[in-house]
């Protein structure tokens, strides 16, 4: 069965770094997502991409970070300073149509800021 | 304001032992209800989308319903492998393509 893939599985950065989360998404599929789970929190959603650009963000996505579609596979999304707040894990999902259709989710990418 | 709550935050069943998990929601015209799995450190599993109310669908030993304000999730003769974090979500009002999730029940099943 197809599958979200994530990398790396565990990201360790220094404060103030630059880090970049890679997913595979599903190939057929064309709405493309981020959230995150803070531990022992909701997920919470950060953004959502299709046709090469955003088409829904939230208050966490703020000009720290972005998202890009490289080629036709990947989907990334970079922090560029980061902060101990952003210490959580990371899921990329994708779906095949828009909000009304199940999306599925990577194992996500556990990312620590030291 | 849109919300999702589920309810108890955890469950201990026996093995064996049915019960059902609950998640409310108050969002205007739902366009889904969405069931997740989350095991330990790993991504929500898609289980169930459920459109309309009076809708139920079936995998195994769950079954999920939906009314105008609240799905269930049924767990029918449940196995320690059943033990997992069950999540619901919804997009939100007007149609904003993401979902909002609730905090999620934990289960553990005993032997």
């Known amino acids: 069965e197809p599958e979200v893939t994530q990398t790396p599985s565990h990201q360790v950065t220094q404060m103030g770094q630059e880090v970049i989360l890679r997913c595979v998404p599903i190939?057929?599929?064309?709405?493309f997502y981020w959230y995150r789970q803070i531990l022992g929190q909701k997920v919470e959603f950060l953004v959502s991409f299709y046709n090469n650009e955003i088409s829904e963000k939230s208050e966490i996505f703020d000009d720290q970070f972005s998202v890009e579609r490289p080629d036709g596979s990947n989907f990334t999304l970079k922090i560029r300073s980061t902060k101990l707040e952003d210490s959580a894990m990371y899921f990329c999902?994708?779906?095949?149509?828009?909000?009304?259709?199940?999306?599925?989710f990577g194992d996500g990418t556990r990312l620590s800021i030291l | 304001e849109d919300q999702v709550t589920q309810s108890p935050e955890a469950l201990r069943l026996q093995e064996g032992e049915s019960s059902s998990l609950n998640c409310s929601y108050t969002v205007s015209g739902l366009r889904g209800l969405f069931w997740y799995r989350q095991d330990p450190g790993k991504g929500p599993e898609f289980l169930f989308t459920l459109y309309s109310a009076g809708e139920e669908k079936e995998k195994e030993r769950l079954k999920a319903t939906l009314t105008k304000k609240e799905s269930f999730l049924h767990i029918t003769a449940p196995k320690p492998e059943d033990s997992a974090t069950y999540l619901c979500?919804?997009?939100?009002?007007?149609?904003?393509?993401?979902?909002?999730f609730g905090a999620g029940t934990r289960l553990a099943v005993h032997p």
């Open positions: 979500a919804v997009p939100p009002s007007g149609g904003y393509n993401k979902l909002i």
């Open positions: 999902a994708s779906s095949v149509g828009q909000s009304n259709q199940p999306q599925h």
């Open positions: 190939s057929n599929h064309l709405y």
